[in-house]
């Protein structure tokens, strides 16, 4: 339960996936740093700091981080759908597992955490639900339908579950931004070898950090605002697809040149 005192506001509680590290860990600090208590929720957790394993593909442990938060804390305030995986490639390239692994994960774990607290939100009559997406649910760079498939489902979730849950006293989130600094590369998958240079060279490069979009991510959930696209670079990018769709595709399609050239000079 609630360590709260009389008189006193109750701690914010925030359950994280994918919290070990990269954003999921920046968004634990920030949150911490804010006063909340914060479980933080990963596929190798560390459970000797307080940490829940958490497979987000697996229904067993998210009902088991369901019943944790209630036993513990007797509620949640605060879903923050996290963890992801980078991966995409050319459409003639990638293969259907590679899509099937990004759907499971990017996608499905979303709509399993979604759905898992979805009964505990409507009896508290309160709750947000945070869902990591990415400019690349917004607008959609060649090389990479698989991701930005599964993010762009991820925005049209999080909007449907906004519209199906605002009666119940929650809001849902999605959190959209470019490209930033973190360790997702480090893990990606895929046959598509001049896609993963060029997706590692704009993090490695990236002025952005994940302190950054946490920060603005937590501002921007207080003022409410459910689409969130944290960084100047990311609204750019979308604006210019909203006031000049022949630009937007005109730079989009340079992209894709860009790529075939990459991909024919590394052969």
């Known amino acids: 339960m609630t360590d709260q ?3 006193q506001q109750p701690q914010t509680r925030v359950l994280i996936t994918g919290a ?7 968004f634990a600090s920030a949150w911490e740093a804010r006063g909340a208590r914060v479980l933080r929720t990963d596929r190798v957790a560390d459970e000797s700091a ?3 394993r958490l497979d987000i593909t697996s229904d067993a442990d998210w009902v088991a981080a369901r019943e944790h938060v209630e036993r513990e804390w007797g509620g949640l305030d605060v879903l923050v759908n996290n963890a992801g995986i980078a991966g995409g490639g050319r459409l003639d390239v990638s293969g259907i597992d590679e899509w099937q692994r990004l759907v499971d994960i990017n996608l499905l774990g979303a709509v399993r955490g979604t759905a898992t607290f979805t009964p505990l939100f409507k009896r508290q009559g309160s709750g947000r639900i945070v869902n990591v997406a990415s400019l690349a649910g917004l607008v959609h760079p060649a090389g990479m339908a698989g991701y930005n498939a599964t993010k762009a489902a991820v925005v049209a979730l999080t909007e449907t579950t906004g519209h199906e849950l605002a009666a119940h006293g929650v809001t ?5 931004p470019s490209y930033f600094r973190t360790n997702l590369m480090a893990g990606v998958e895929g046959r598509d070898a001049a896609l993963q240079h060029v997706m590692t060279k704009l993090v490695e490069d990236s002025p952005i950090s994940a302190d950054d979009i946490a920060t603005a991510v937590l501002d921007a959930i207080d003022a409410g605002t459910e689409l969130i696209i944290p960084d100047e670079a990311a609204r750019g990018a979308y604006q210019l697809k909203q006031a000049d769709r022949a630009a937007y595709d005109a730079v989009m399609r340079a992209q894709a040149r860009k790529l075939d050239v990459i991909a024919e000079n590394a052969r």
């Open 50 to 52: 307080g940490e829940l």
């Open 172 to 176: 849902a989130h999605v959190v959209c």
């Open 20 to 26: 070990a590290s990269g954003l999921g860990a920046a």
């Open 5 to 7: 005192q009389p008189n």
